[in-house]
């Protein structure tokens, strides 16, 4: 890191200069990265994968005079664009030949070492509050926001997560996030503060990995938890029929057992303030269910976990809210899961659960040096606890502010310091932090009801036919969704109905005909059961009317952040059409 920070200043990189970094998870970013600060520049970072005009509006926002690249392919799609900016260096992280250009100098990765090599590191005085670094928000609409964030908004994240977990030196760390993110960052700098190995993969290796290096801890988006279960899920059903009544069965019991459990100990979200009378009930209820969830452990739980190396001590999930189900199928698994919360203005982690305080459903508690508020979004002022409102934080971990956006910053922090998520949400007795949705996501229907669709698209997400859904519904009678199916679940489906008698309503290895009337209403009623069982559920929950689409929501086609994360904009901006015509039925 010191010799790559060395070559930087060979190459004339001066302090509080930008370097932009555009690549992706590996040791070179990480080296990149801590290299580039120890330089006294700061790094503007980004993946290389995101797109050219994404990437020239960084380099030309953020002021960058050297721009850090993945790989030559990357410096292709910037490189037309480079001579109207002033741009003056350029280092690839591969060791590929660079191609020389006029007015601008271009190193790949072991010239660059090698320029350091016999270079002293030139001290640069920094402080606390000198700025560290620049992330631009993956939002899920418009441009995204240069957050600025100081060497002590990111050091309060190594000061702080030791509050939640205690790896050890030499544990072992499974990264396949973007080490840019925000999350991914943070927890890689605590791991590395602590002697952990950082071992980088991707979806391609993934479960390779997972067995290979056999990980203890890994952090990652609530979508890689739900591949995970799928994946899963996917083994169960292709088992025969008796076997797969055996894992449901167990399955079944194990929830009950693990539900009681909660009660029990005080930590079930439905039922915060149980009678001494239901805790002793539940009590005897998860004692009497623990055999057969041993039984089920012994026969089908530890085989899954040998799946993913066997020895994970923690998961932690960030960077989204995480359904019901899935929380409870980890927690049934054995896999013990922690849930934090924070945004990129927050650097980012603001809230976690704890090994020893793990309530499922809530983001946990605030981290050290951290308060949380909850106030009324018109007002602002603080709301009693257990009541809904708009989630403020503030910490040492909170933004400087926005990168030459002064109304922008005056706007998300207040003159006390506290930042607006734009979350809504609600504590608990223990402070906890339970989060219902987004306060720019909210649907108001025609009849002045205000509907959070995160949640409901959480429970629908339960139903094993439902890939991705969005719930729409703005000054409409009532909710609709936009629903991606599961194909391979519904082909099965079809096929047992052929079985059935019933004539099927596409050809063999066809795609199912998702307007076809018995389809349509199988996904009438997942829909209506998995909205009808959540908790808290009331009539305007209900989505009256839906679309199945075939393309799937991904980052390739514009849909998801680099997070994962649905853009709603964009989708509601792409199917307006469709969306239009769905409601026209009603």
Same mark, same amino acid.
């Given at each position: 890191?010191?010799?790559?920070?060395?070559?930087?200043?060979?190459?004339? &990189?001066?302090?509080?200069?930008?370097?932009?970094?555009?690549?992706?998870?590996?040791?070179?970013?990480?080296?990149?990265?801590?290299?580039?600060?120890?330089?006294?520049? &700061?790094?503007?970072?980004?993946?290389?994968?995101? $797109?050219?005009?994404?990437?020239?509006?960084?380099?030309?926002?953020?002021?960058?005079?050297?721009?850090?690249?993945?790989?030559?392919?990357?410096?292709?799609?910037?490189?037309?664009?480079?001579?109207?900016?002033?741009?003056?260096?350029?280092?690839?992280?591969?060791?590929?030949?660079?191609?020389?250009?006029?007015?601008?100098?271009?190193?790949?990765?072991?010239?660059?070492?090698?320029?350091?090599?016999?270079?002293?590191?030139?001290?640069?005085?920094?402080?606390?509050?000198?700025?560290?670094?620049?992330?631009?928000?993956?939002?899920?609409?418009?441009?995204?926001?240069?957050?600025?964030?100081?060497?002590?908004?990111?050091?309060?994240?190594?000061? $702080?997560?030791?509050?939640?977990?205690?790896?050890?030196?030499?544990?072992?760390?499974?990264?396949?996030?973007?080490?840019?993110?925000?999350?991914?960052?943070?927890?890689?700098?605590?791991?590395?503060?602590?002697?952990?190995?950082?071992?980088?993969?991707?979806?391609?290796?993934?479960?390779?990995?997972?067995?290979?290096?056999?990980?203890?801890?890994?952090?990652?988006?609530?979508?890689?938890?739900?591949?995970?279960?799928?994946?899963?899920?996917?083994?169960?059903?292709?088992?025969?029929?008796?076997?797969?009544?055996?894992?449901?069965?167990?399955?079944?019991?194990?929830?009950?057992?693990?539900?009681?459990?909660?009660?029990?100990?005080?930590?079930?979200?439905?039922?915060?303030?149980?009678?001494?009378?239901?805790?002793?009930?539940?009590?005897?209820?998860?004692?009497?269910?623990?055999?057969?969830?041993?039984?089920?452990?012994?026969?089908?739980?530890?085989?899954?976990?040998?799946?993913?190396?066997?020895?994970?001590?923690?998961?932690?999930?960030?960077?989204?809210?995480?359904?019901?189900?899935?929380?409870?199928?980890?927690?049934?698994?054995?896999?013990?899961?922690?849930?934090?919360?924070?945004?990129?203005?927050?650097?980012?982690?603001?809230?976690?659960?704890?090994?020893?305080?793990?309530?499922?459903?809530?983001?946990g508690q605030p981290l050290p040096e951290t308060e949380v508020?909850?106030?009324?979004?018109?007002?602002?002022?603080?709301?009693?606890?257990?009541?809904?409102?708009?989630?403020?934080?503030?910490?040492?971990?909170?933004?400087?502010?926005?990168?030459?956006?002064?109304?922008?910053?005056?706007?998300?922090?207040?003159?006390?310091?506290?930042?607006?998520?734009?979350?809504?949400?609600?504590?608990?007795?223990?402070?906890?932090?339970?989060?219902?949705?987004?306060?720019?996501?909210?649907?108001?229907?025609?009849?002045?009801?205000?509907?959070?669709?995160?949640?409901?698209?959480?429970?629908?997400?339960?139903?094993?036919?439902?890939?991705?859904?969005?719930?729409?519904?703005?000054?409409?009678?009532?909710?609709?969704?936009?629903?991606?199916?599961?194909?391979?679940?519904?082909?099965?489906?079809?096929?047992?109905?052929?079985?059935?008698?019933?004539?099927?309503?596409?050809?063999?290895?066809?795609?199912?005909?998702?307007e076809s009337k018995p389809v349509q209403n199988l996904f009438?009623?997942?829909?209506?059961?998995?909205?009808?069982?959540?908790?808290?559920?009331?009539?305007?929950?209900?989505?009256?009317?839906?679309?199945?689409?075939?393309?799937?929501?991904?980052?390739?086609?514009?849909?998801?952040?680099?997070?994962?994360?649905?853009?709603?904009?964009? &989708?509601?901006?792409?199917?307006?059409?469709?969306?239009?015509?769905?409601?026209?039925?009603?």
């Amino acid at each position: 890191m010191q010799q790559f920070a060395a070559g930087l200043q060979a190459q004339g &990189v001066s302090p509080a200069s930008k370097v932009s970094l555009f690549a992706d998870n590996s040791p070179r970013w990480l080296i990149a990265d801590q290299g580039i600060m120890m330089a006294g520049a &700061v790094d503007v970072v980004r993946s290389s994968q995101a $797109a050219q005009d994404e990437l020239l509006y960084i380099l030309s926002d953020s002021d960058s005079t050297s721009l850090v690249v993945e790989d030559n392919k990357t410096l292709q799609k910037l490189r037309s664009q480079l001579h109207g900016l002033p741009i003056e260096l350029v280092v690839l992280l591969s060791d590929e030949a660079p191609e020389a250009e006029e007015g601008l100098t271009i190193l790949n990765f072991e010239q660059l070492m090698a320029a350091g090599e016999d270079r002293a590191l030139q001290p640069v005085a920094q402080n606390r509050e000198t700025l560290a670094t620049l992330l631009y928000t993956s939002g899920t609409g418009g441009n995204p926001k240069p957050v600025m964030l100081s060497h002590d908004n990111l050091m309060h994240q190594v000061r $702080a997560i030791p509050a939640v977990i205690q790896p050890q030196p030499g544990d072992r760390a499974l990264s396949i996030l973007p080490s840019w993110h925000a999350y991914e960052r943070s927890c890689e700098y605590f791991l590395l503060s602590l002697g952990c190995t950082q071992i980088y993969t991707n979806l391609r290796a993934f479960k390779k990995d997972l067995k290979q290096f056999q990980p203890h801890y890994m952090v990652g988006v609530p979508r890689l938890w739900e591949s995970i279960y799928e994946t899963i899920q996917k083994q169960f059903r292709e088992q025969p029929a008796n076997k797969q009544r055996l894992v449901n069965f167990l399955l079944g019991i194990s929830q009950r057992q693990i539900i009681a459990k909660r009660v029990y100990q005080g930590l079930y979200l439905d039922n915060l303030h149980p009678k001494l009378s239901q805790r002793l009930i539940a009590g005897m209820q998860a004692a009497t269910l623990l055999p057969l969830h041993a039984l089920a452990e012994r026969l089908v739980y530890k085989k899954v976990r040998e799946a993913t190396g066997g020895k994970l001590k923690t998961v932690i999930n960030g960077g989204g809210a995480l359904a019901r189900h899935i929380d409870d199928f980890y927690e049934i698994i054995g896999v013990p899961l922690l849930v934090g919360y924070g945004l990129t203005e927050t650097s980012p982690v603001t809230n976690a659960r704890r090994p020893w305080h793990n309530l499922r459903g809530s983001s946990g508690q605030p981290l050290p040096e951290t308060e949380v508020q909850i106030v009324n979004p018109e007002t602002r002022q603080p709301l009693a606890q257990g009541e809904k409102g708009l989630v403020m934080i503030r910490g040492s971990q909170v933004m400087q502010g926005y990168y030459k956006k002064p109304e922008a910053t005056a706007k998300a922090i207040d003159a006390e310091g506290w930042f607006d998520t734009g979350d809504l949400g609600w504590l608990t007795p223990t402070n906890d932090l339970v989060l219902t949705g987004r306060a720019k996501d909210t649907i108001v229907l025609s009849n002045g009801e205000n509907i959070e669709p995160l949640p409901l698209e959480n429970a629908c997400a339960r139903s094993p036919y439902i890939d991705q859904i969005m719930v729409v519904g703005q000054d409409q009678r009532s909710l609709g969704a936009l629903i991606v199916p599961n194909l391979e679940v519904l082909k099965q489906w079809e096929a047992s109905q052929e079985g059935q008698g019933d004539k099927g309503t596409r050809g063999q290895g066809e795609t199912p005909h998702l307007e076809s009337k018995p389809v349509q209403n199988l996904f009438r009623q997942e829909l209506n059961r998995e909205v009808q069982n959540r908790p808290g559920y009331r009539p305007d929950d209900r989505i009256g009317t839906f679309k199945l689409i075939l393309e799937p929501f991904s980052v390739e086609n514009g849909m998801m952040t680099q997070t994962l994360k649905i853009k709603r904009p964009v &989708v509601s901006d792409r199917y307006s059409d469709l969306i239009e015509k769905m409601f026209e039925k009603q």
